[in-house]
């Protein structure tokens, strides 16, 4: 059984990893918003997971997966990404395209990589179509 010094740690450190993650995900959604994307919409949700990032760029449809990081201790965070949560991203942009007001628009899936080097500062690196449909 855990003590309570334990728990207490663990929770502590899933505070920080989500806090760090929405970090992550504020400053990536702000990089797009520089480079001229529009955001459709942020953590949607659906039967088969979450999408951390739904933009526009020109006439595509771009499904983003973020992996922010402290370090590069364990790799870079975009080496995070597998196969299986490329086949859920799959599953996530059929979800949301069912209900999409438009028809036959072109669909990427990219991944921003955000490595926080201090509170105010990030190293981001954007992989634009990382992956593709199976």
Do not use: W
Not at 17 to 30: F, S, T, V, Y
């Amino acid at each position: 059984m855990a003590d309570s010094n334990s728990i207490q740690m663990t929770q502590k450190s899933g505070k920080r990893n989500k806090d760090l993650g929405q970090r992550g995900e504020d400053a990536a959604a702000q990089f797009l918003i520089r480079r001229g994307y529009d955001i459709v919409t942020r953590n949607y949700r659906c039967f088969a997971g979450e999408a951390d990032i739904v933009a526009r760029d020109g006439q595509s449809l771009v499904f983003v997966e973020v992996k922010t990081r402290s370090n590069c201790e364990k790799g870079f965070p975009s080496e995070a990404v597998t196969a299986a949560k490329r086949g859920k991203y799959e599953k996530i942009a059929l979800a949301f395209l069912t209900d999409f007001e438009e028809v036959d628009i072109p669909v990427r899936f990219d991944i921003i990589s955000v490595v926080a080097i201090n509170k105010n500062r990030a190293v981001i690196r954007h992989h634009i179509n990382a992956f593709s449909c199976s």
